[in-house]
């Protein structure tokens, strides 16, 4: 999860052809834009002898006064090519109502109490409640929307006491990642004094006791560098009831290895602190252990190489059980000793799967081994013993992503959530005895499913590797070109796109679109060989394989070029920028949303530094040739005829900082040729996209689903639009 969190967490070139000329008065294009004049700087690198300029360096600065000027000129203008477009309130409307269901999320149980998070519909914050029986409606234990008035403090992490009395929970301020931890009594609902500051990447694990937590923090940044000072030195600290940050103790640090980050979790005996220990991005890990049951004793190495993922899940006396890549690409579940730790004496638990099921996670919950596969980049979930006995396979609902099963080895039910492309998130209860799953919470969304379907295909890619892409789309879809279509893709850091309701895709169905996600390399969804294949040095065959995607599809009868809208966000947003740049010809509209974009100097911000075990670096020869190959800053060339372009970023994202589609934008509107638009929106007081405001969400939708009908020439089908 850490990695996620690092990496991004958050997940469409000779000359396209205009919108058909049957397209709409509603829809026609207007006249050439005039965009801002952005100056040129004379500031050149010299990369081992390559002398790069780079003419937009001033708009790294975000707090400059001609930056919030330029910003401002560049949403002038945007806001009103936006308002020239009639269909945008009805997507908007629509896009309201589906939004406005009532959510839940998976319950957890600390003592005798159970919590959950629970969103009305259109509450800008979901809310946590408590109760004491979940069969009855909880009270209202910390609402973040009483936080703000405009709703964009948001909580970003929870950590619970062993008996259920005190919840520590961290805020996040418009968007960013740094986190204010606070401790909250259940029994009161009111605030303790504690308040911990400059933590990021961290959760909140409590001592057995209760009396503290563990958690993570960097050193505070100055105040006009907190969105983009480096965030680097990493340490582990625990934080007692009552007393102030300055007196916390210091647990675990490594000053010789200021790239490593850390993750600390109290076992559930109360007796180990397991700390897992990564560098930036890599999902590779080196485990410490402390004994907390000796006095003074100090973190040890239990697995010190970090030559493989190494995912704690539990640990009986002295026996620590992990999901690891180690000697198996695709995850197994071992036991290791800590009397011996070596891999000769390692017992496999669950062994990796035939085929290419990927285990993404294991739940130790009632004395069993719940275990959750990933199978075609589809939920599978099947029930261990100890002993390495498969027990039971747990039959889901259906087809799509399952998460949960939280709790502990003494508990008698746990709750998982599951989810599909048509299907709202609906929240189970599992009875571990008998193994009985019940609907929990299901929700009511006004979205009728029953016109659309999702079809999964394999397409080959541009060196033959065969390549998974879900399609939405109604059933009685004609493939004859024509149909407006989304390509989504994500391809980096082994993050997996598994099948996931989403309000704005149901829109998006309802206008009469297909919606298509690519499942890349670079990704985990086949385990580490499928990361491996997309990253560092083969960090192209994603942009190959979203290519490949966009070329099926329109070979395939499915949509055209001048129908198709490429779309992904932070590195998908990458993908979106490298493959525009490579290929403009291939599609008629680019949306990348809060892209990294000069992969140069992404290293130089925040939490950037931590995507070379993914990206590599332009401070080495090897690296700065594979970056500058495909860099989509540095790719833009004058008098070419871009995609109409929408680029979404925020002024508050301190984890891809906006100055990548600053410099981007102010570049392409200097090189762009044609009539097509290439516009920035710029969010205020967000950041890289979790915990922003619904309606904010809804907004942002609303304005790139308008633009990308505008620019496909889409009429929307008749009654289309808010419900009575």
Known sequence: MLAELLAFALAAADVAPPPPAAASAATAAPAKLKYPRTKRVDVVDDYFGTKVKDPYRWLEDDNSEDTRLWVAAQNAVTDAYLATIPQRTAIRERLTQIWNYERFYATSKHGKRYFYMRNSGLQPQSVLHVTDDPAVDGRVLLDPNALSKDGTVALSGMGFSDDGRLVAYAIADAGSDWQIWRVRDVDTGKDLPDEVRWAKFSGASFSKDGKGFYYARFAAPLEAEKLTALNMNQKVWYHAIGSHQNDDVLVYER???????????ASDDGRWLVIAAGKGSSPERAVFVQD????GAKPEPLLSRMDAAYDFVDVVDDTFYFVTDRGAPRKRLVAVSRARPEEKDWREVIPEAKGTDVLSYVSSVGDRLVAVWTRDVKSAVDVWDRSGKKTADLALPGIGTVSGFSGKRSDSETFYVFTGFLAPPTVYRLDLPTLTSTVFRKPKADFDASPYETTQVFYPSKDGTRVPMFLLHRRDVKLDGRNPTILYGYGGFNV?????FSPSRATWLEMGGVYAVANLRGGGEY??????????????NVFDDFIAAAEWLQKSGWTSADRLAMNGGSNGGLVVGAVMT????????ALPQVPVMDMLRFHKFTIGWAWKSDFGSSEIKLGFDTLFAYSPLHRLKKGTAYPATLVTTADHDDRVVPAHSFKFIAELQADQAGPRPVLARIET?????????TQKGIEEVADVYAFTVRNLGMDLPAGFGARK
């Open 685 to 693: 007081r967000a950041g890289h996209g979790a915990g922003k405001p």
């Open 582 to 589: 490579q290929r403009p010809e291939l599609a008629a509209v």
């Open 255 to 265: 000053p010789d290895q200021p790239e490593w980050n850390f993750t600390a979790t």
């Open 292 to 295: 907390l049951a000796k006095p």
């Open 496 to 500: 997996s796109l598994l099948p996931a």
């Open 527 to 540: 385990g580490k060989a499928w990361h491996d294949a997309g990253r560092l040095g083969k960090k192209q």
